[in-house]
């Protein structure tokens, strides 16, 4: 069974910041593309960062230089650090497991909601 179980949202203040976990199980972190998304309410859900089996890293141009993507391949866990929040950040937020050449299958975890408000 694939679990991505999300956590590490909540409310915070604008400026704050939010360091989101996403703890996997049936995947390896380290053999595929993990990545972020968010869903704002009445929005398109959008890609926020990405980091491939070697490390490498893809932040959106929107939140770069406020967000990043990291991972621990020894807790099979990815992580987004979320600095500097803005209103504009609340939203669901999705950890993503795609493909690679040697695993198939694409997985979503449930989500965990950013608020971001006075």
């Known amino acids: 069974q694939v679990q991505l179980v999300e956590s590490g949202g909540g409310l915070v203040q604008p400026g704050g910041s939010l360091r989101l976990s996403c703890a996997a199980s049936?995947?390896?972190?380290?053999?595929?593309?993990m990545a972020w998304y968010r869903q704002a309410p009445g929005k398109e859900r959008e890609l926020v960062a990405t980091?491939?089996?070697?490390?490498?890293?893809d932040i959106t141009d929107s939140v770069k230089g406020r967000i990043t993507i990291s991972k621990d391949n020894a807790k099979n866990t990815v992580y987004l650090q979320m600095n500097s929040l803005k209103p504009d950040d609340t939203a669901v937020y999705y950890c993503?497991?795609?493909?690679?050449?040697?695993?198939?299958?694409?997985?979503w975890g449930r989500g965990t909601q950013v608020t971001v408000s006075l």
């Open positions: 980091i491939t089996g070697d490390g490498s890293t």
């Open positions: 993503y497991a795609g493909r690679s050449f040697w695993y198939r299958g694409n997985y």
């Open positions: 049936g995947v390896i972190v380290s053999t595929r593309p």
